[in-house]
T-cell receptor
């Protein structure tokens, strides 16, 4: 049981490049979400999904796309990276009926130069 | 929208108790969480409390919830240097979405 797996752990991008942060969970969780962490601002919700085929925007969705074609995977796409997207990204998942335990991945450190 | 506020910094001496405070605005909070983040690492769930509880104790950790004042605190007894980290308070804003609203994080510095 690997829990929530994020890849890559570290990435440096040039402005304008695109990339996908991968997130996978093997716990059959319905709910998955992406957060970004910036100094002094805590974690802010980017996008979330309540099940396969369903996604919705969070607090800071601009510049990011998501899809949820399977229960296990929830990739986050940056179509044209900007320096403002330099951040640490966390993926999370949970059961629908159990709000008491939300599992986080180990984070992806992204630098856009 | 919902908001969660924390003080940014707390410094204590090893062996003392630490109390980290958090306030939230959401009237329909169901679960409230405390996460710990060490430098360069991910988020570790420390403990959580359901909104119909006013206290939860787990070894050195005590969580107090004052629902009337929308105030949550985390007390760490006998604080150790290994407790130095950033502590995040989070509110499960909507239980059927898995969404969390995080505070800014409190950096706990433990001096020997």
């Amino acid at each position: 049981n690997a829990g929530v797996t994020q890849t890559p752990k570290f990435q440096v991008l040039k402005t304008g490049q695109s990339m996908t942060l991968q997130c996978a969970q093997d716990m059959n969780h319905e709910y998955m979400s992406w957060y970004r962490q910036d100094p002094g601002m805590g974690l802010r919700l980017i996008h979330y999904s309540v099940g396969a085929g369903i996604t919705d925007q969070g607090e800071v969705p601009n510049g990011y796309n998501v899809s949820r074609s399977t229960t296990e995977d929830f990739p986050l796409r940056l179509l044209s990276a900007a320096p403002s997207q330099t951040s640490v990204y966390f993926c999370a998942s949970s059961y629908s009926s159990s709000g008491n335990t939300i599992y986080f991945g180990e984070g992806s450190w992204l630098t856009v130069v | 929208g919902e908001d969660v506020e924390q003080s940014l910094f707390l410094s204590v001496r090893e062996g003392d108790s630490s109390v980290i405070n958090c306030t939230y605005t959401d009237s329909s909070s169901t679960y409230l969480y405390w996460y710990k983040q060490e430098p360069g690492a991910g988020l570790q769930l420390l403990t959580y409390i359901f909104s119909n509880m006013d206290m939860k104790q787990d070894q050195r950790l005590t969580v107090l919830l004052n629902k009337k004042d929308k105030h949550l605190s985390l007390r760490i007894a006998d604080t150790q240097t290994g407790d130095s980290a950033i502590y995040f308070c989070a509110d499960c804003a909507l239980i059927n979405t898995g969404k969390l609203i995080f505070g800014q994080g409190t950096t706990l510095q433990v001096k020997p």
